[in-house]
């Protein structure tokens, strides 16, 4: 197995900071906060980091639930808002 190397949320960002996507997110964060109840403000939250993680979002949610992008069997899932497929 591959060792982990440590790291950073910012290492799964592979959007590039164009003025439309920082428009979007802007929109999806101001959008998303006028909704009454936490499970409406997750999905606004992952199309967030959809957004900015593109292909690499699947490994950013393992990595967020589990602090590592090989979690075992014994590792123990760490909940936050990703929303449930």
């Given at each position: 197995m591959t060792e982990q190397t440590e790291l950073e949320d910012r290492d799964f960002i592979t959007a590039e900071p164009t003025a439309d996507l920082?428009?979007?997110?802007l929109e999806l964060a101001t959008e998303g906060g006028g909704y009454?109840?936490?499970h409406?403000?997750?999905e606004y939250f992952e199309a967030?980091?959809?957004l900015l993680t593109g292909d690499r979002f699947e490994e950013f949610k393992t990595f967020y639930c589990y602090g590592t992008t090989m979690p075992t069997e014994d590792t123990?899932?760490?909940y936050?808002?990703?929303v449930e497929d």
């Amino acid at each position: 197995m591959t060792e982990q190397t440590e790291l950073e949320d910012r290492d799964f960002i592979t959007a590039e900071p164009t003025a439309d996507l920082l428009t979007t997110l802007l929109e999806l964060a101001t959008e998303g906060g006028g909704y009454d109840g936490a499970h409406h403000k997750d999905e606004y939250f992952e199309a967030i980091v959809k957004l900015l993680t593109g292909d690499r979002f699947e490994e950013f949610k393992t990595f967020y639930c589990y602090g590592t992008t090989m979690p075992t069997e014994d590792t123990e899932a760490v909940y936050g808002w990703i929303v449930e497929d």
